[in-house]
């Protein structure tokens, strides 16, 4: 089965540019998070999705990013404009609805990141 | 806010040995998470807990939650090379339904031989 997919899986930018990762969940996940990962800070939850709509975005760092999930199968995690303390590996996950019994032990499933460099 | 504490962040031991990693949280949750982080790699989940007292191993690890101590931990049994990498424990927040995951620091593990 495939797992999560994210693109591109290296981003190397100048300072100003507008960046846009994206990411496909596993089929049939209802669920999908963003996620940032930095020596200093860890890992960070950015944003999630239930069924396509945003649930929770505190975690976005500022009005420069915006993340959208158009459908059940496509997310794009946008910074515009960005900056070098931007500069981090985003990871997607995605996961089925852990409310339903059958899916109550399954964890969230990661892709294998964007690393972002922004210059 | 809910917060989760590894300890230690970092370990260095010997093949062989046993070594426990513990992982506290401050509010009440439904579902913690462990998860291995190789270097430069994405994230494997290694173990969920869904109840107080729940016990899984596989191989040479083994996991438990004490929901009353808000307290998880990650027993390693005659560690080998292998099992060097990071581990990090994750929580999610009570609600049912999915959550996202609030993450302890890690704890980076260098088993020698």
């Known amino acids: ?119 | 806010e809910l917060k989760v504490e590894q300890n230690p962040l970092f370990l260095s031991m010997q093949e062989g040995k046993n070594y426990t990693i513990y992982c506290n949280y401050s509010t009440t949750s439904d579902r913690l998470y462990w998860y291995r982080q190789d270097p430069g790699k994405s994230l494997e989940s290694l173990f969920v807990l869904l109840s107080n007292g729940a016990v899984k191993q596989e191989g040479r690890l083994m996991a438990s939650l004490d929901t009353k101590a808000r307290l998880s931990t990650l027993h390693i049994t005659a560690a080998v090379h292998d099992l060097s990498a990071t581990y990090f424990c994750a929580v999610e927040s009570s609600g049912g339904g999915a959550d996202g995951l609030t993450f302890g620091k890690g704890t980076h593990l260098i088993i020698q031989p």
């Not at chain 1, 990013?65 to 500069?87: G, H, V, W």
Request: hydrophobic share 30%.
């Open chain 1, 1 to 119: 089965d495939a797992g999560v997919i994210q693109s591109p899986r290296h981003e190397v930018t100048e300072m100003g540019q507008e960046v846009t990762l994206r990411c496909k969940p596993i089929s049939g996940h209802n669920s999908l998070f963003w996620y940032r990962q930095t020596m200093m800070r860890g890992l960070e939850l950015l944003i999630y999705f239930n069924n396509n709509v945003p649930i929770d975005d505190s975690g976005m760092p500022e009005d420069r990013f915006s993340a959208k999930m158009p459908n059940a199968s496509f997310s794009t995690l946008k910074i515009q404009p960005s900056e070098p303390r931007d500069s981090a590996v985003y990871f997607c996950a995605s996961s089925p609805d852990p409310g339903q019994a059958r899916y109550s032990n399954q964890p969230q499933h990661f892709g294998d990141g964007t690393r972002l460099s922004i210059l």
